[in-house]
């Protein structure tokens, strides 16, 4: 049998658009002998749609994408397997389920709904879709096909550690005499997320002895990014096919012919720039703005958010600003616009000691972190009023370690539509500059400041990042307590000072930009902790 793996890139709720991409694939997977074309988790709509499946109209476009896609199916004489939403037809249960649709020259043969819907992290599929342990297989031209959604093989707990679920929807279509199982996915991506997710599709396939194909949505919508990286295991775990990470691509797959997969690169760093231009391109593509505005005060934080975004969209749609006062070196603005002349992306420089005179004096003159904090809002305020001026989009340039403490001003440096390294870690952000050759070798090996006083630096208000980002690994990602973080060898008074830190700052981080989101744990959706409380 031939197959064609549909790797997209649907926007949510852009039902025309998606419906073109899966037709346009289709066709040319139909041209190359595809029999069956199978396209991601929710093609139809896009992932995740959240709030918007509780209006009617958004299920009456479900509804007609579906007879579209019967009807081209019928047309080409092809299969299609494509994942949507339905209603539940039943009078108990959530409204609706996250269903996927197989069919066969115009034919419906099939219809499977979600068995296992993901409740942590970023998920909340309860919340919208009624489960269905109902086993699916359905034969396809003489070949029996178990359908699997997403999250319905997340089922080894040798790999995941303890697991949500009682059942196993891969064996359950083994015991329903399955002879091939084909999951549809929209599975976001953190760092190392594709290869997790092929040990997984390998767990499958060997314990049930079938040949495994997963397609995985690719593309970024809002904070999540998708990379796509589907794959075709056989039965005897050899790997038949992987499609390339971040972007969109159509396969054919024979699965009679021998392996010849490619095998994906060991490269975090690379493979987490390559996520954060796909998140910056298809924000900046999805919501249909153009250009970007960024705010480059000389650090390594601003430089790699600038060459970020000159390589996601092009140096000729980002500008950006150096706005110095008395406490900014001259090295600062020199090094922005030595930077911005390798980009060939727009610079200027914006003085604003006059207007932070200027508010010293409406404050009372106040000193100390008040008046730190002023020259913060006042490129705040620069960097908005220059974006509402002319329609581009401020990125914040705040990294994972200052946002976790708190580092950061409120309406000042925090200004923008979207965080992009808000889930880096200071550490990784010297890492990933290394490989944009723009950067000016000053702004490498500088001491981080803020240069909001004299000779600051960041460590005069924080430990080494090293260490501070040591303590974070340990309380954020791994969720240690204050023993575990002392039997690891952290100074326990320092941690004890940087849980705090991190607790009492997450006012503000519900006020933060959208977060890219490249780890298993960022901030934004999948970490969900009271403002008030005791602490």
Known sequence: MKLGLLQLNPTIADFDGNLAAIERAVRDCVSRGAELCIAPELAVSGYPPHDLVLYPDFLAANEAAQQRLLKLSAELKCGLLFGLVTTN???????????????DKGELIATKHKALLPTYDVFDERRYFEPDPTPCVAVFRGRRIGVLICEDIWTDSALLGRIPYDADPALACLRHQAELLVNISASPWGTGKHRLREQLVKSVAKRTGLTTVLVNQAGANDDLVFDGASLAVSGGGAVLARLPLFQEQATVLDLTEPPRATAWRQDDVADEIDALLLGIRDYFRKTGFKKALI??????????VTCLAARALGPANVHAISMPTRYSSSGSVEHSRELAGKLGCGFEVVNIDEAFEIQRKLAGFPGGLPEENAQARLRGVV???????????VLATGNRSELAVGYSTLYGDMCGALEVIGDVPKTRVYELSRRFT?????????????????????QDSLPPYPVLDAILQAYLDDHADLAEMERRGLDPALCRKIVRMVEIAEYKRRQAPIVLRISKDAFGAGRRIPVAKRL
């Not at 037809?89 to 069919?103: E, M, R, T």
């Not at 005060?297 to 601003?302: H, M, N, Q």
């Not at 723009?438 to 960041?458: C, F, G, V």
Request: glycine share 8%; hydrophobic share 35%; net charge negative.
């Open 89 to 103: 037809p039943n009078d108990w249960g959530k409204p609706l389920h996250n269903s996927a649709v197989l069919c």
């Open 295 to 304: 705010g480059l005060s000389g650090g390594i934080d601003s430089a790699l």
């Open 383 to 393: 960097l908005m009023t220059r974006s509402n001026a002319d329609g581009s989009l």
């Open 438 to 458: 723009e950067i000016p070798e000053a702004i490498h090996t500088k001491a981080p400041s803020a240069e909001l006083r004299p000779n600051q630096t960041d």
